[in-house]
């Protein structure tokens, strides 16, 4: 297995890219810290993760937004199994429409979880990595984070943002063995469209499986090698 002796926190584990990912990193023999707002999801995929593969989890609550969370959260990892290796930033919200359409209020609350929630998390875990000499972050900014397209001005900021922040992280953190993965996915067919009242065809979307099996390739490369940006995009979804 993989990942045997591992230990991967992953935040939005609950659901979508996070959850799928977690249980491909259970499969490969990881110890995991599941982080979500929803305990019951957490406690669901805890209970299936021990019948499937016999995996050891913690569950904890977190709401990214707030560092004093997101510091707990890593010091109970760090107090439960001595380490981290991985961090999946997988926690995400998004609103899509026009600027003049976007409240303050959706704007801030993308700024607040997808990049803030990344820096925090990064931040604190990357502490953890330092003092070991090694880790792996992984950051999920999405296509959006790299290209725009109408009605994502909110969007591809906090995403963007997020992208910046990990090439930042990634000369900051690379001599102390840490390494810094972003993956650009888009679009993926997640809960994240329920909402989002532009016409889009969900069907030719990448999967969530899809995505997570990227996920599961950049964590599980060499220890000499990086999967440093990957771009992943369904044929007829291309920016």
Known sequence: MKLEGKV????GAGRG??????????REGAKLV??????SELDTLAKELLDLYDTDSLVVPCDVTKAAEVKSLVDRAVFTFGRIDILLNSAGVGHLKPITELSVEEFDA???VNLKGTFYASKFVSEVMVKQKSGHIINLPGILGKAVMRMSSGYSASKYGVT??????????MRDGV???LLHFGGVNTTFWDKITMRVQREKMLTVDQAADMVLLCATQPEQLVLGELVLQPESHQL
Do not use: E, H, V, Y
């Open 8 to 11: 991967a926190l992953i935040t």
């Open 17 to 26: 890219i996070g959850r799928a990912s977690a249980i491909r990193f259970a």
């Open 34 to 39: 599941l982080a979500s707002r929803t305990q």
């Open 110 to 112: 993308m700024i607040d």
């Open 164 to 173: 910046g922040l990990s090439k930042a992280m990634t000369q900051d953190l």
């Open 179 to 181: 390494k810094i993965s």
